[in-house]
């Protein structure tokens, strides 16, 4: 029985092994704060901010992707870090890219939506904003096989129609606090650290806008961790209830 059972804990954790590999002086991921899906909205520049967060706590998010070249750099710079964090994907390169949607997914961050093209849709008629975000769910059901829980707007340009049917559907928009303006170009790591720290030092923390899909970004990525653990923030991972509505 001994030996079985040493045998069944050894099994046991050489299947995590990303839990054990980040480094002793890693960021790592302070807790988990999971939200019910009631189509609420948070993030400080459009909404009330995150309830349950405390001052130096930050949310990581990632938006744009899943995209081949970059997407992988970020997945690797997270977990070397043993940081979670959520991506808001959009549905066009989540359908041409599903096993590396499904790739982040597995890595344990969480995954929402960001519309199936990246469309402002205060130009579109009513009927073409529910198509793409009914393109949208589709592509995520496609790829991931669950229902989606969380959607932030392309250029965080809310629109009247989408809102009301994002919260008709119980789904939780999600806007930002934070960000290092990472779609500006040519942008170094301590640019971007400069500008993440300086916008925090404002928000006090909170929900950090990023993009899986730039280059620099995912480059910079390492460095950015490094920043936030040098300057005392703790990252926290937000995850939904996974519960079907
Ligand atoms: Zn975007």
């Given at each position: 029985m001994g030996l079985l059972l040493a045998m069944a804990l050894a099994a046991a954790t050489s299947a995590q092994p990303a839990q054990t590999a980040c480094a002793a002086d890693a960021l790592g991921t302070s807790r988990t704060l999971t939200l019910q899906r009631e189509g609420a909205a948070w993030g400080t520049a459009q909404h009330a901010a995150l309830p349950g967060l405390a001052p130096k706590d930050v949310v990581l998010t990632f938006d744009?992707?899943?995209?081949?070249?970059?997407?992988?750099?970020?997945?690797?710079?997270?977990?070397?870090?043993?940081?979670?964090?959520?991506?808001?994907?959009?549905?066009?390169?989540?359908?041409?890219?599903?096993?590396?949607?499904?790739?982040?997914?597995?890595?344990?961050?969480?995954?929402?939506?960001?519309?199936?093209?990246?469309?402002?849709?205060?130009?579109?008629?009513?009927?073409?904003?529910?198509?793409?975000?009914?393109?949208?769910?589709?592509?995520?059901?496609?790829a991931l096989g669950s229902e989606p829980a969380a959607y932030r707007f392309p250029f965080l340009a809310e629109s009247p129609v989408l809102m009301a049917a994002l919260r008709e559907r119980g789904i939780t928009v999600m806007s930002v606090d934070a960000g290092a303006e990472d779609w500006l170009p040519d942008q170094t790591p301590q640019m971007l650290a400069d500008k993440l720290l300086g916008q925090l030092a404002k928000s006090g923390g909170g929900i950090v806008l990023l993009h899986d899909v730039q280059d620099q970004t995912a480059r910079a990525l390492p460095f950015l961790l490094q920043a936030l653990k040098a300057k005392g923030y703790r990252v926290v991972h937000l995850r939904w209830d996974d519960v079907p509505r």
């Open positions: 744009d992707g899943p995209r081949p070249e970059s997407t992988p750099l970020v997945l690797k710079a997270l977990a070397d870090q043993c940081v979670k964090a959520s991506f808001f994907m959009n549905g066009e390169p989540m359908r041409a890219h599903a096993a590396l949607a499904r790739q982040v997914r597995d890595a344990g961050h969480s995954v929402g939506m960001h519309g199936f093209q990246h469309l402002a849709f205060g130009q579109l008629p009513a009927a073409a904003q529910i198509a793409d975000l009914d393109a949208m769910v589709a592509a995520y059901r496609e």
